[in-house]
């Protein structure tokens, strides 16, 4: 096995009725990190990563997960949190996080420990006898991603595992997924939510339209972009922040904004055009986002109005 890498893809490609959902995709995943697979809906994320676990079979390229050319050969050592959910409705909570846990190997005993630790820990002891369809869509979510743990995967994929949480169990999620990192687990993290992955990995791949558009460490992508926009808070009226010179970008909240900066402008410049228009009560240069890159790789164009949401025709949804 390549200790460097978890994951490796070589020009992988899957088509669907003729046309390419992923089309001669790189990827390679470095061991022991939390990677982000971002892109949005219908990017070909998921496509690829059931082609990688062996789900799907792949039209061309080639596939190396834990050393391993048969993903399937490696199963034992792989865990998954699909999209959808992959539970039985019927099946009592403990008993099936039990089954799924000695599928992947365990002994019954070990299985039937480890799942009710995992229900406590997850604040769901008192539904262990529960069907799993009484539960609600975000418990049923921390019950997926139990299964997924179970065992002591090497390598966790989690396709969009945040579905259904509120705040706090989104964070008891994350903290969860930090955890399995720092144990020496290759975590990879699939969703549209930017924010998210930039909270959360070392290293990204962005895929538009089945292609990866940008890949590497998440450090070095920021840094290449230089600091090319600006955070303030501000007190003035609605539209007051259209039309700066310099500026080609707004995504004003309200009271906070996102200015995003010509390559030629100077923020000093911008600045002095704020404060002929609002009071100016914080103003701070900053990297741009995950997001703003990949917008902008994409090549996203704003509503007329400065709103960011659907992109319109080129596919690119901001979270």
Same mark, same amino acid.
């Given at each position: &096995? /390549?200790?460097?890498?978890?994951?490796?893809?070589?020009?992988?490609?899957?088509?669907?009725? @003729?046309?390419?959902?992923?089309? /001669?995709?790189?990827?390679?995943?470095?061991?022991?990190?939390?990677?982000?697979?971002?892109?949005? /809906?219908?990017?070909?994320?998921? #496509?690829?990563?059931?082609?990688?676990?062996?789900?799907?079979?792949?039209?061309?390229?080639?596939?190396? #997960? =834990?050393?391993?050319?048969?993903?399937?050969?490696?199963?034992?050592?792989?865990?998954?949190? *699909?999209?959808?959910?992959?539970?039985?409705?019927? &099946?009592?909570?403990?008993?099936? %996080?039990?089954?799924?846990?000695?599928?992947?190997?365990?002994?019954?005993?070990?299985?039937?420990?480890?799942?009710?630790?995992?229900?406590?820990?997850?604040?769901?002891?008192?539904r262990a006898k529960s069907d799993t369809n009484e539960?609600?869509?975000?418990?049923?979510?921390?019950?997926?991603?139990?299964?997924?743990? %179970?065992?002591?995967?090497?390598?966790?994929? %989690?396709?969009?595992?945040?579905?259904?949480?509120? *705040?706090?169990?989104?964070?008891? =999620?994350?903290?969860?997924?930090?955890?399995?990192?720092?144990?020496?687990?290759?975590?990879? %993290?699939? #969703?549209?939510? &930017?924010?998210?992955?930039?909270?959360?990995?070392?290293?990204?791949?962005?895929?538009?339209?089945?292609?990866?558009?940008?890949?590497?460490?998440?450090?070095?992508?920021?840094?290449?972009?230089?600091?090319?926009?600006?955070?303030?808070?501000?007190?003035?009226?609605?539209?007051? =922040?259209?039309? =700066?010179?310099?500026?080609?970008?707004?995504?004003?909240?309200?009271? #906070?904004?996102?200015?995003?900066?010509?390559?030629?402008?100077?923020?000093?410049?911008?600045?002095?055009?704020?404060?002929?228009?609002?009071?100016?009560?914080?103003?701070?240069?900053?990297?741009?986002?995950?997001?703003?890159?990949?917008?902008?790789?994409?090549?996203?164009?704003? *509503?007329?109005? @400065? /709103?960011?949401?659907?992109?319109?025709?080129? @596919?690119?949804?901001? *979270?």
């Amino acid at each position: &096995m /390549n200790h460097q890498y978890a994951l490796r893809c070589s020009g992988l490609t899957k088509r669907f009725n @003729g046309k390419a959902a992923v089309d /001669n995709l790189d990827l390679e995943v470095p061991a022991g990190q939390v990677f982000g697979l971002l892109g949005p /809906n219908g990017s070909g994320k998921t #496509t690829t990563i059931r082609m990688v676990l062996g789900i799907y079979a792949r039209d061309g390229g080639e596939v190396e #997960t =834990l050393g391993s050319a048969d993903p399937l050969g490696v199963r034992d050592r792989l865990g998954y949190l *699909p999209e959808d959910r992959g539970l039985y409705p019927k &099946m009592k909570v403990a008993e099936q %996080l039990t089954f799924l846990g000695a599928i992947r190997g365990l002994s019954q005993r070990e299985a039937k420990q480890r799942a009710d630790a995992w229900l406590e820990r997850l604040g769901l002891g008192d539904r262990a006898k529960s069907d799993t369809n009484e539960l609600s869509k975000g418990m049923q979510q921390k019950i997926q991603f139990a299964a997924s743990v %179970l065992h002591d995967p090497e390598l966790l994929v %989690l396709d969009e595992p945040f579905t259904g949480l509120d *705040p706090i169990n989104t964070r008891l =999620l994350k903290d969860l997924i930090i955890e399995q990192r720092d144990k020496g687990t290759t975590v990879v %993290l699939s #969703t549209h939510r &930017m924010d998210q992955v930039e909270q959360m990995c070392e290293s990204i791949c962005l895929i538009h339209e089945g292609h990866a558009v940008l890949a590497g460490a998440l450090s070095e992508i920021k840094a290449s972009y230089g600091e090319s926009s600006v955070s303030i808070e501000y007190e003035g009226e609605a539209g007051s =922040l259209q039309g =700066l010179a310099g500026v080609r970008e707004v995504r004003d909240s309200g009271r #906070t904004a996102s200015l995003l900066l010509e390559n030629t402008a100077a923020s000093q410049d911008v600045l002095r055009q704020l404060v002929d228009r609002v009071r100016v009560r914080s103003f701070k240069l900053a990297e741009p986002s995950i997001e703003d890159i990949f917008l902008d790789k994409v090549g996203y164009v704003a *509503p007329v109005d @400065g /709103n960011h949401g659907d992109a319109g025709n080129n @596919g690119a949804v901001a *979270p």
